[in-house]
């Protein structure tokens, strides 16, 4: 059996200290010369180390994991959050462990204990309403941590999240132009997630600024909802009038673009406007208006956040809020 190459002979073969190598390892560049990290770099790379995430966690004190939890991770904002978080902390010399909670505070407990038990140096985390106890105690373990897309009002802590409240305030205000009269929002329940309350928020108080009214249907992430979601359509929806139905959830909107399509309104009459899925709604017929969010540059900027504050640099919190584009296309006039 070959003998296990160390980070003492990676040290001897750069023909600088077990420290220096330690260093390079951690991404510490600072104090390094080019030369010396272009030696260690040709010694690992001829000899194949990976260091020990063990021993590196015992040395540094820190394990390199960074835990992210998910409210969904079925959707394309949350793949493109995702990817810009590991651009970083590729850069940074982390590793990533992801969970999706479905929006479950059991799921949650379960996702946080075991990240706590593999002892991530801190979390990137989607949180739910029911998410304040693991806050405390993530808080009394002293990791770092960061929200992202939603936070808790109440709880002071780094955040990334986009203007939902403008960018749905906005939208309405436009389509009142463009000729719609009446008006639909068909949503999940708006109470799990702050970043639901301030969609649905920008949509009312648009509305009622410019004295119009609306109807409301609260559906569950679940396909059997379809069938519901066709009959509130066909029973509130007059097709003579110009009408927008609003979908402010990444996964509701493929099941309510499939209902509209079935119950054959005239789309953009019947206008239809949602949130992201950029990877169909381009290429749906017609094409659907959405809300689009930098999703991987709130990853990215979440992830930034987080490992500055695991190395050190703790200060005042952060927080970060991005703008949405609103991309208009063929289901609204």
């Known amino acids: 059996m070959p003998k296990k190459v160390t980070i003492t002979d990676i040290a001897q073969l750069s023909e ?90 059991k799921n949650e407990d379960h996702y946080i204990e075991n990240m706590l ?67 639909v929002m068909i949503t999940a329940d708006t109470s799990l997630l702050s970043t ?29 909802d379809a069938a519901l979601v066709e009959e509130f359509l066909d029973k509130h929806i007059n097709r003579s009038n110009n009408t927008l139905v609003f979908v402010p959830n990444c996964w509701a909107l493929h099941m309510v673009f499939g209902v509209m399509k079935k119950l054959k309104f005239e789309m953009p009459q019947i206008g239809l406007v949602g949130f992201d899925n950029l990877e169909w709604t381009n290429f749906s017929s017609p094409t ?9 540059d709130e990853g990215r900027e979440a992830a930034e956040i987080l490992i500055s504050e695991v190395e050190g640099a703790r200060s005042e919190e952060k927080q970060k809020i991005f703008d949405c584009n609103i991309e208009w296309k063929g289901s609204t006039l």
């Open 16 to 105: 600088t200290s077990k420290t220096t190598v330690s260093f390079y390892l951690n991404h510490k560049f600072e104090k390094m010369s080019e030369e010396t990290r272009q030696r260690i770099e040709e010694a690992i790379q001829k000899t194949g180390y990976k260091p020990s995430v063990i021993a590196r966690s015992m040395n540094s004190k820190r394990t390199h994991l960074i835990g992210v939890l998910i409210g969904d991770i079925t959707n394309t904002f949350s793949n493109q959050i995702v990817k810009g978080i590991e651009t970083v902390t590729k850069e940074k010399g982390y590793q990533v462990i992801i969970g999706n909670s479905n929006y479950d505070s």
């Open 117 to 183: 038990n593999l002892g991530v140096d801190g979390f990137i985390i989607q949180p739910t309403s029911n998410f304040r106890k693991y806050s405390r105690i993530i808080n009394e373990k002293e990791k770092a941590m960061v929200f992202f897309d939603s936070q808790l009002y109440e709880h002071r802590t780094n955040w990334v999240k986009t203007n939902n409240y403008d960018a749905v305030y906005d939208m309405v205000q436009v389509s009142i132009e463009k000729g719609y009269t009446d008006f």
């Open 196 to 224: 639901r309350i301030e969609r649905a928020s920008g949509f009312i108080d648009a509305l009622s600024e410019k004295n119009y009214d609306y109807q409301k249907l609260i559906i569950n992430q679940d396909d059997s």
């Open 288 to 296: 659907v208006t959405t809300i689009v969010q930098p999703a991987y």
